[in-house]
């Protein structure tokens, strides 16, 4: 089983949906949770971080379930430049490395 | 400011040679992690260098090595390169091992 499973996609969504992408990881030890987006063949960027309580950036949501050890992002009125591979990720505290998800590719259409 | 470089942007190699990847941290940041990505993959960590000294490795051979300078930059050097090494080789820099990792362009080494 890998460490941090996403629904690799590719969700097709018009200009101002909302979207949602799910990870889930394996490991209940992690401690810091990140989403990260990718453009195409770029490097991957930190978009925000996941907080116990959930957090808000902008048109972006993200929600922290412990028990359940899953972690969401929500993407309010979708832009064409919100047209990237989001990259969920997680790391253990007593750790250093960061341990990504395959990615969730997002294409918004006209 | 600038932020972390890498070199080369692209390499081919043929299988059984050795490369060396290059990387500069961003100024004041000393510590450098090394990721490999395979494409429709996410990055997969290989080294960690923190005040040159390693810190942690991931689940590669022997083949990959690294080692980080007095100025911070950092080598990766693979041998014996097989097809499957083909990748997105990324660095990234952070001030410490547990901050915010900035990741580089990455370097596309393709191996025939």
């Known amino acids: 089983r890998k460490e941090v499973e996403q629904d690799p996609g590719p969700f097709n969504v018009p200009e101002g949906a909302t979207v949602a992408f799910n990870c889930t990881y394996s490991?209940?030890?992690?401690?810091?949770f990140f989403w990260y987006r990718q453009d195409c063949r770029k490097e991957p960027k930190l978009l925000m971080s996941v907080y116990s309580s959930g957090n808000e950036d902008g048109r972006f949501t993200a929600q922290l379930n412990r028990a359940s050890q899953y972690i969401s992002l929500l993407i309010r009125d979708s832009k064409l430049s919100d047209s990237a591979t989001y990259l969920c990720?997680?790391?253990?505290?007593?750790?250093?490395?960061?341990?990504f998800g395959s990615g969730t590719r997002l294409l918004v259409r006209p | 400011d600038a932020g972390v470089t890498q070199s080369p942007t692209h390499l081919i190699k043929t299988r059984g040679q050795h490369v060396t990847l290059r990387c500069s941290p961003i100024?004041?940041?000393?510590?450098v992690s090394w990721y490999q990505q395979v494409l429709g993959q996410g990055p997969q960590f290989i080294f960690q260098y923190y005040e040159k000294e390693e810190r942690g490795r991931g689940n590669f051979p022997d083949r990959f090595s690294a080692r980080q300078f007095p100025n911070y930059s950092s080598e990766l050097n693979v041998n014996a390169l097989l097809l499957g090494d083909s990748a997105l080789y990324l660095c990234?820099?952070?001030?410490?091992?547990?901050?915010?990792?900035?990741f580089g362009p990455g370097t596309r080494l393709t191996v025939l």
């Open positions: 100024s004041g940041h000393k510590s």
């Open positions: 990234a820099s952070s001030y410490d091992e547990y901050n915010e990792q900035f």
């Open positions: 490991n209940s030890a992690s401690q810091s």
């Open positions: 990720v997680v790391r253990m505290d007593s750790s250093y490395k960061l341990i």
